[in-house]
């Protein structure tokens, strides 16, 4: 793990540790936690699948590996995705291609469907599970990034599409890595 990766962890422990008003408000958030390891767990069990565990909870499974170096931080990244549920349905709730989100019915007429751009490590990334899986792969690479609620829409959840603390999949494929 990198030395940025252990100081955000770091960061974030001491956050939720000063932000519990006691014992029990911990108790429940790490009971949280560990539960939807579990389920990811669970789903990659279910499904068949391989995967890199990292220790924020995210599980990476490759689909497809092109051999290409990873981006390091302050480097832009391009990515394309495709947000699901980790149901028995994999509903997708979100993409960045409009024929998937047409043909899964999340189609948003007024946006525009391109391809999602941003500098890693910065804090940039619009969900923060993203900046550790997308560091884990290397460009052209494709693969399936599941995260537990903290590291993807946590308490608040994403609009009706997502519902609070649900853990979630997302389907990257990282197009272009650039200085």
Known sequence: MTTLFKKIWTIILLVVIWGCND????????????????LIDQYIA???????????GLRIVYTEEEGEQAPTNGQT???DYIGFLLDANNTVFDSSLRHIAEANGVLQEN???QPEE???GVGQAPINGWEIGVSLM??????????PSGLAYGSAGFGDLVPPNTVVGFDIQLLEVRD
């Open 77 to 79: 990244v391009t990515i």
């Open 23 to 38: 014992n029990s408000e911990l108790e429940e958030v790490v009971r949280r936690f560990n539960e939807e390891v579990a």
């Open 46 to 56: 279910d499904n068949g699948l391989t995967a890199f565990a990292h220790p924020s």
């Open 111 to 113: 946006r525009q469907y």
């Open 118 to 120: 941003f500098q890693l």
């Open 138 to 147: 290397g460009e052209r690479d494709r693969a399936l990034v599941l995260l």
